[in-house]
Protein backbone atom coordinates (compact mmCIF):
# COMPACT_ATOMS: atom_id res chain seq x y z
CA UNK A 1 0.00 0.00 0.00
CA UNK A 2 1.29 3.26 -0.86
CA UNK A 3 0.15 6.57 0.52
CA UNK A 4 0.30 10.03 -1.48
CA UNK A 5 -0.03 13.28 0.01
CA UNK A 6 0.35 16.35 -2.69
CA UNK A 7 1.06 19.77 -1.00
CA UNK A 8 1.91 23.15 -2.79
CA UNK A 9 -0.96 24.03 -4.39
CA UNK A 10 -1.89 27.69 -4.50
CA UNK A 11 -3.30 30.74 -6.14
CA UNK A 12 -1.32 32.61 -9.03
CA UNK A 13 -1.36 34.78 -11.60
CA UNK A 14 -1.25 34.03 -15.20
CA UNK A 15 2.35 33.44 -16.45
CA UNK A 16 3.85 33.04 -12.95
CA UNK A 17 5.32 29.80 -11.48
CA UNK A 18 4.30 27.57 -8.81
CA UNK A 19 5.67 23.75 -7.23
CA UNK A 20 3.60 21.03 -6.24
CA UNK A 21 5.12 18.03 -4.30
CA UNK A 22 4.40 14.69 -3.67
CA UNK A 23 5.36 13.00 -0.66
CA UNK A 24 4.63 8.77 -0.77
CA UNK A 25 4.92 7.47 2.19
CA UNK A 26 6.48 3.63 0.83
CA UNK A 27 9.91 2.08 1.39
CA UNK A 28 9.33 1.12 -2.48
CA UNK A 29 9.40 4.19 -3.59
CA UNK A 30 12.01 3.47 -6.74
CA UNK A 31 9.87 0.90 -8.25
CA UNK A 32 7.07 2.81 -8.84
CA UNK A 33 6.65 5.26 -11.92
CA UNK A 34 4.96 8.41 -10.87
CA UNK A 35 2.71 10.89 -12.43
CA UNK A 36 0.93 13.78 -12.25
CA UNK A 37 -2.73 14.44 -13.19
CA UNK A 38 -5.04 17.15 -13.05
CA UNK A 39 -8.82 17.66 -13.01
CA UNK A 40 -9.91 21.05 -14.41
CA UNK A 41 -13.61 22.11 -12.87
CA UNK A 42 -16.02 20.02 -14.58
CA UNK A 43 -13.67 17.65 -16.81
CA UNK A 44 -12.70 14.83 -16.86
CA UNK A 45 -8.90 14.12 -14.99
CA UNK A 46 -6.60 14.04 -17.34
CA UNK A 47 -2.37 13.08 -17.58
CA UNK A 48 0.30 15.89 -17.20
CA UNK A 49 3.53 14.39 -16.82
CA UNK A 50 4.99 11.42 -15.66
CA UNK A 51 8.47 9.74 -14.48
CA UNK A 52 10.41 6.19 -14.86
CA UNK A 53 11.20 4.20 -12.07
CA UNK A 54 15.20 4.19 -12.87
CA UNK A 55 15.02 5.04 -17.13
CA UNK A 56 14.91 8.37 -16.39
CA UNK A 57 12.06 8.24 -19.11
CA UNK A 58 9.58 11.36 -18.65
CA UNK A 59 6.79 11.99 -20.47
CA UNK A 60 4.44 15.10 -20.70
CA UNK A 61 1.40 15.87 -21.99
CA UNK A 62 1.15 18.68 -25.29
CA UNK A 63 -0.22 21.14 -23.53
CA UNK A 64 1.98 21.45 -20.67
CA UNK A 65 5.53 20.20 -22.63
CA UNK A 66 7.64 23.35 -22.46
CA UNK A 67 6.56 25.07 -19.28
CA UNK A 68 6.13 21.97 -16.80
CA UNK A 69 8.75 19.93 -15.64
CA UNK A 70 8.65 16.42 -13.77
CA UNK A 71 10.80 15.43 -11.54
CA UNK A 72 11.84 12.75 -8.10
CA UNK A 73 13.64 12.67 -5.17
CA UNK A 74 14.49 9.23 -4.54
CA UNK A 75 15.93 9.53 -1.67
CA UNK A 76 12.86 11.85 0.06
CA UNK A 77 10.01 9.72 -1.86
CA UNK A 78 9.05 12.95 -3.29
CA UNK A 79 7.87 13.79 -6.78
CA UNK A 80 7.77 17.30 -8.10
CA UNK A 81 6.09 19.01 -10.68
CA UNK A 82 7.30 22.52 -11.38
CA UNK A 83 5.09 24.70 -13.25
CA UNK A 84 6.39 28.13 -15.55
CA UNK A 85 4.56 30.09 -17.70
CA UNK A 86 1.25 29.52 -15.84
CA UNK A 87 -2.31 29.96 -17.82
CA UNK A 88 -5.83 30.48 -16.44
CA UNK A 89 -6.64 26.89 -18.49
CA UNK A 90 -4.09 25.34 -16.25
CA UNK A 91 -6.28 25.68 -13.19
CA UNK A 92 -7.23 22.34 -11.81
CA UNK A 93 -6.98 20.01 -9.08
CA UNK A 94 -3.86 18.34 -9.15
CA UNK A 95 -3.18 14.53 -8.05
CA UNK A 96 -0.37 12.47 -8.07
CA UNK A 97 -0.39 9.01 -8.61
CA UNK A 98 1.71 5.57 -8.25
CA UNK A 99 2.16 2.99 -10.64
CA UNK A 100 3.93 0.69 -13.33
CA UNK A 101 4.57 2.02 -15.69
CA UNK A 102 5.36 6.05 -17.39
CA UNK A 103 4.44 5.04 -20.24
CA UNK A 104 0.58 4.59 -19.44
CA UNK A 105 -1.76 7.66 -19.32
CA UNK A 106 -5.25 6.31 -18.69
CA UNK A 107 -6.50 7.21 -15.09
CA UNK A 108 -7.67 3.75 -14.91
CA UNK A 109 -4.01 2.68 -15.10
CA UNK A 110 -2.66 3.71 -11.94
CA UNK A 111 -3.04 2.18 -8.60
CA UNK A 112 -2.35 4.83 -5.96
CA UNK A 113 -3.55 8.43 -6.03
CA UNK A 114 -2.86 11.23 -3.45
CA UNK A 115 -5.96 13.06 -2.23
CA UNK A 116 -5.20 16.66 -4.71
CA UNK A 117 -3.80 19.98 -4.40
CA UNK A 118 -6.08 23.07 -5.70
CA UNK A 119 -4.10 25.27 -8.22
CA UNK A 120 -5.80 28.19 -9.44
CA UNK A 121 -4.56 30.50 -12.00
CA UNK A 122 -5.96 34.11 -12.07
CA UNK A 123 -6.05 35.69 -15.60
Known amino acids: QVQLVESGGGLVQAGGSLRVSCAAS????????MGWFRQPPGKEREFVAS????????YYADSVKGRFTISRDNAKNTVYLQMNSLKPEDTAVYYC????????????????WGQGTQVTVSS
Open 26 to 33: TRTFRWYA
Open 51 to 58: TGRSDGRI
Open 97 to 112: AAGPDSRLRGVADWDY
